[in-house]
C-alpha cells in the first residue's frame, strides 16, 4: 500500500507493508542504507501511478532519479554510437578509447557506492578502482592516447586551481591575512622539507627530485577538506571564529603555491637552459603569472557586461579557458610555474569583483558551473592516476619506506600546526583542530604524480641516467598514490570526529539545525 502525503508543499514518498509494519522496517540497517543512497526530492515531482506500488521509495530511487539515471545510461550509448560510426575501432569492444570509457564510468559508480557505505570521500574509490583495473588488465594506454591521458589530467587541474581562485575571499585575506599566511604557508613549507630530507635519505631520491615530491606532497586536498569543512559550518561548528573560512582561504593558498612550486623545480630539472637563467625564472615566472592572471581577472569582471543575459556561460568561459591557455602557453614556453598562479590570480580577482556586483564569493553561478565540470573530472582525474599504477612492478622496499617518510611528516606537521597557531585568537583545541585538518591528501598529488614520469616518458632528460630517472619518477607516483590511500581518509575521518568535540558550537546555528532535523523526523515517520 502507497502513502502518498502531502506536507508543506514536499510529496513524501513512504512504503507501508500490508501488516502496518512500517516502524520496524524503518529502523531495520538495510532501510536506513537505501535511505542513504536514495535520498528524498524535496520538490514536487510527477511519477506514473503504478511506480510506487512496482519500486517503493527508498528500496528503489524516486521516479525522477531512474528517469535522470536512464537519461545518462541512453545517453552514454547514443555518444559511443556516434563515435563507433565517425571513429570506428578506437571505440569498439577492444578499442583503447572505449576502455579508458568504461574506466571513468565504473570509477564514478564504484566512487558513489564506496561514499554511501564507507562515508569516506569518493575519490578513494576511484583510485583504488583505476588500480585495480590496470592490474587487471581490463584497461591499456598506448602512447597514442597517454597524450589524452596527460591533457585531462592538466584540464582537471586547471579546475582545481580556478575553484581555489574562486573560493578566496579578499575580505577574509584582509581580515585575518596574517593567519592565513601563518596556517596555510608555515606547514607546508616544513612539510615540504621534511619530505624532501627523508625521502632523500630513506628512498635514495636526489635532492632536487625529494624537493620536487616534497612540493606536492605538502598540498591538502580541497576535495576532502572543502566538503568536511562545508558540513561542520552548516552545524555550527566553529563559525563564531571563522574557522572553517579561515582553512578555505589558507587551504587555497596552500594549494597555489605548492602547485606554482612544483611546476618551478619541474621546469628547471627538465630545463636545457642555463642553470643562472633558471634560477632567475623562478621568481619571476610568480610575478608574471599574478600580473597577468589578475589582470585577465580584472577584465572578466568587465566584459562580459553584468547585464548580458549570456554572463554566466560567457564569464565561465573566459575564466576555464583562460585558465587552459595559461597552462599549456605556459608549458610550451618553458615558464611553468607562471600558468598556475595566473590561473589562481585570475579566480580570485574576478570573484572579488564580482562579489562588488552582488554575486557571492563561492556561491556565484560561475562556481556552481566549476563544481559540476568537476563532478565529471574527479572520476578522470583520479581513475587515470591509479591506472598509472601496477602493483607487481613497485618496489617494496619504497612502499614501506614511503608510508614512514609520510606517517612520520603528516605527524610532525600536525605538531608544527599546532605551534605556529599563536596570535591567531585561537585556543588549544581549535589548534589541534586545524593540525588534524591538514592531514589530507587528494588532488593535488593525483594531478602532479605523474607530470614528471610523463616528461621521462616522452624522452625529456634531467641531468641522470634514463634508468635512474624513470626510477625515481615511479618513486615519485608511487608516494603520491601512497599518499592519497593513507591520508585521505584518516583526514576526513579526523575532521568528521574531532570538529565537534573540539570546535565550539554557535548556539543560533544549533537551533535551526536541531530545528531542522525535528522537521524531518517528523515528514519521514509520516
Given at each position: 500500500m502507497?502513502?502518498?502525503?502531502?506536507?508543506?508543499?514536499?510529496?513524501?514518498?513512504?512504503?507501508?507493508?500490508?501488516?502496518?509494519?512500517?516502524?520496524?522496517?524503518?529502523?531495520?540497517?538495510?532501510?536506513?542504507?537505501?535511505?542513504?543512497?536514495?535520498?528524498?526530492?524535496?520538490?514536487?515531482?510527477?511519477q506514473?501511478?503504478?511506480?510506487?506500488?512496482?519500486?517503493?521509495?527508498?528500496?528503489?530511487?524516486?521516479?525522477?532519479?531512474?528517469?535522470?539515471?536512464?537519461?545518462?545510461?541512453?545517453?552514454?550509448?547514443?555518444?559511443?554510437?556516434?563515435?563507433?560510426?565517425?571513429?570506428?575501432?578506437?571505440?569498439?569492444?577492444?578499442?583503447?578509447?572505449?576502455?579508458?570509457?568504461?574506466?571513468?564510468?565504473?570509477?564514478?559508480?564504484?566512487?558513489?557506492?564506496?561514499?554511501?557505505?564507507?562515508?569516506?570521500?569518493?575519490?578513494?574509490?576511484m583510485?583504488?578502482?583505476?588500480?585495480?583495473?590496470?592490474?587487471?588488465h581490463l584497461?591499456?594506454?598506448?602512447?597514442?592516447?597517454?597524450?589524452l591521458?596527460?591533457?585531462?589530467?592538466?584540464?582537471?587541474?586547471?579546475?582545481?586551481?580556478?575553484?581555489a581562485?574562486?573560493?578566496?575571499?579578499?575580505?577574509?585575506?584582509?581580515?585575518?591575512?596574517?593567519?592565513?599566511?601563518?596556517?596555510?604557508?608555515?606547514?607546508?613549507?616544513?612539510?615540504?622539507?621534511?619530505?624532501?630530507?627523508?625521502?632523500?635519505?630513506?628512498l635514495?631520491?636526489?635532492?632536487?627530485?625529494?624537493?620536487?615530491?616534497?612540493?606536492?606532497?605538502?598540498?591538502v586536498?580541497?576535495?576532502?577538506?572543502?566538503?568536511?569543512?562545508?558540513?561542520?559550518?552548516?552545524?555550527?561548528?566553529?563559525?563564531?571564529?571563522?574557522?572553517?573560512?579561515?582553512?578555505?582561504?589558507?587551504?587555497?593558498?596552500?594549494?597555489?603555491?605548492?602547485?606554482?612550486?612544483?611546476?618551478?623545480?619541474l621546469?628547471?630539472?627538465?630545463?636545457?637552459?642555463?642553470?643562472?637563467?633558471?634560477?632567475?625564472?623562478?621568481?619571476?615566472?610568480?610575478?608574471?603569472?599574478?600580473?597577468?592572471?589578475?589582470?585577465?581577472?580584472?577584465?572578466?569582471?568587465?566584459?562580459?557586461?553584468?547585464?548580458?543575459?549570456?554572463?554566466?556561460?560567457?564569464?565561465?568561459?573566459?575564466?576555464?579557458?583562460?585558465?587552459?591557455?595559461s597552462?599549456?602557453?605556459?608549458?610550451?614556453?618553458?615558464?611553468?610555474?607562471?600558468?598556475?598562479?595566473?590561473?589562481v590570480?585570475?579566480?580570485?580577482?574576478?570573484?572579488?569583483?564580482?562579489?562588488?556586483?552582488?554575486?557571492?564569493?563561492?556561491?556565484?553561478?560561475?562556481?556552481?558551473?566549476?563544481?559540476?565540470?568537476?563532478?565529471?573530472f574527479?572520476?578522470?582525474?583520479?581513475?587515470?592516476?591509479?591506472?598509472?599504477?601496477?602493483?607487481?612492478?613497485?618496489?617494496p622496499?619504497?612502499?614501506?619506506?614511503?608510508?614512514v617518510?609520510?606517517?612520520?611528516?603528516?605527524?610532525?606537521?600536525?605538531?608544527a600546526?599546532?605551534?605556529?597557531?599563536?596570535?591567531?585568537?585561537?585556543?588549544?583545541?581549535?589548534?589541534?583542530?586545524?593540525?588534524?585538518?591538514?592531514?589530507?591528501?587528494?588532488?593535488?598529488?593525483?594531478?602532479?604524480?605523474?607530470?614528471?614520469?610523463?616528461?621521462?616518458?616522452?624522452?625529456?632528460?634531467?641531468?641522470?641516467?634514463?634508468?635512474?630517472?624513470?626510477?625515481?619518477?615511479?618513486?615519485?607516483?608511487?608516494?603520491?598514490?601512497?599518499?592519497?590511500?593513507?591520508?585521505a581518509?584518516?583526514?576526513a575521518?579526523?575532521i568528521?570526529?574531532?570538529?565537534?568535540?573540539?570546535?565550539?558550537?554557535?548556539?543560533?546555528?544549533?537551533?535551526?539545525?536541531?530545528?531542522?532535523?525535528?522537521?524531518?523526523?517528523?515528514?519521514?515517520?509520516?
Amino acid at each position: 500500500m502507497e502513502s502518498n502525503i502531502q506536507t508543506t508543499g514536499v510529496r513524501v514518498y513512504t512504503f507501508i507493508d500490508e501488516n502496518n509494519h512500517d516502524k520496524e522496517g524503518q529502523t531495520s540497517w538495510w532501510y536506513q542504507f537505501c535511505l542513504r543512497c536514495h535520498q528524498a526530492d524535496p520538490t514536487p515531482s510527477w511519477q506514473p501511478s503504478w511506480w510506487a506500488k512496482m519500486f517503493p521509495f527508498p528500496i528503489f530511487p524516486t521516479f525522477r532519479q531512474s528517469a535522470q539515471q536512464l537519461c545518462i545510461i541512453l545517453f552514454f550509448f547514443l555518444v559511443w554510437g556516434i563515435l563507433y560510426a565517425e571513429i570506428g575501432e578506437a571505440v569498439s569492444l577492444n578499442g583503447e578509447l572505449l576502455s579508458m570509457t568504461i574506466l571513468v564510468i565504473a570509477a564514478y559508480l564504484i566512487g558513489w557506492i564506496w561514499l554511501k557505505i564507507t562515508t569516506l570521500p569518493a575519490l578513494i574509490g576511484m583510485l583504488l578502482t583505476g588500480i585495480m583495473f590496470q592490474n587487471l588488465h581490463l584497461v591499456h594506454m598506448t602512447d597514442e592516447y597517454r597524450k589524452l591521458n596527460q591533457d585531462l589530467r592538466k584540464i582537471a587541474l586547471v579546475i582545481i586551481l580556478t575553484r581555489a581562485g574562486l573560493g578566496l575571499d579578499a575580505g577574509v585575506l584582509k581580515k585575518h591575512y596574517i593567519a592565513v599566511l601563518q596556517i596555510g604557508l608555515i606547514p607546508w613549507l616544513v612539510e615540504c622539507v621534511a619530505i624532501s630530507v627523508t625521502t632523500h635519505f630513506l628512498l635514495g631520491l636526489p635532492w632536487i627530485w625529494a624537493f620536487l615530491l616534497g612540493s606536492m606532497i605538502a598540498s591538502v586536498s580541497p576535495a576532502v577538506v572543502v566538503p568536511c569543512l562545508f558540513r561542520l559550518r552548516d552545524a555550527g561548528f566553529g563559525v563564531s571564529k571563522g574557522i572553517p573560512t579561515l582553512l578555505l582561504a589558507a587551504a587555497a593558498i596552500d594549494d597555489s603555491i605548492s602547485v606554482a612550486v612544483f611546476a618551478i623545480i619541474l621546469n628547471a630539472m627538465f630545463s636545457t637552459g642555463s642553470m643562472t637563467f633558471n634560477i632567475i625564472k623562478g621568481p619571476l615566472s610568480i610575478i608574471v603569472g599574478v600580473v597577468l592572471g589578475s589582470l585577465w581577472g580584472a577584465f572578466a569582471s568587465i566584459i562580459p557586461e553584468r547585464g548580458d543575459v549570456y554572463v554566466v556561460p560567457l564569464r565561465f568561459l573566459a575564466l576555464f579557458l583562460g585558465g587552459l591557455f595559461s597552462l599549456f602557453i605556459s608549458s610550451l614556453i618553458g615558464w611553468s610555474g607562471a600558468g598556475p598562479l595566473a590561473i589562481v590570480s585570475s579566480g580570485f580577482i574576478a570573484a572579488y569583483y564580482w562579489d562588488k556586483q552582488g554575486w557571492p564569493v563561492n556561491k556565484n553561478p560561475v562556481s556552481n558551473l566549476f563544481r559540476i565540470l568537476w563532478i565529471f573530472f574527479e572520476p578522470i582525474l583520479f581513475a587515470f592516476t591509479g591506472a598509472q599504477i601496477t602493483v607487481s612492478a613497485l618496489d617494496p622496499q619504497v612502499i614501506a619506506m614511503g608510508a614512514v617518510c609520510l606517517v612520520s611528516c603528516l605527524l610532525l606537521r600536525v605538531i608544527a600546526t599546532f605551534l605556529i597557531s599563536f596570535g591567531c585568537g585561537l585556543n588549544n583545541k581549535e589548534k589541534l583542530f586545524i593540525g588534524l585538518t591538514w592531514l589530507a591528501k587528494a588532488t593535488v598529488q593525483a594531478a602532479l604524480g605523474p607530470a614528471a614520469l610523463d616528461l621521462v616518458h616522452n624522452g625529456q632528460t634531467a641531468g641522470n641516467s634514463s634508468v635512474d630517472e624513470e626510477r625515481y619518477a615511479k618513486a615519485i607516483l608511487a608516494v603520491s598514490v601512497l599518499s592519497v590511500v593513507i591520508s585521505a581518509p584518516i583526514g576526513a575521518i579526523l575532521i568528521a570526529l574531532a570538529g565537534p568535540r573540539l570546535l565550539s558550537r554557535d548556539s543560533q546555528v544549533q537551533d535551526i539545525s536541531i530545528e531542522n532535523e525535528n522537521k524531518t523526523i517528523r515528514n519521514t515517520s509520516l
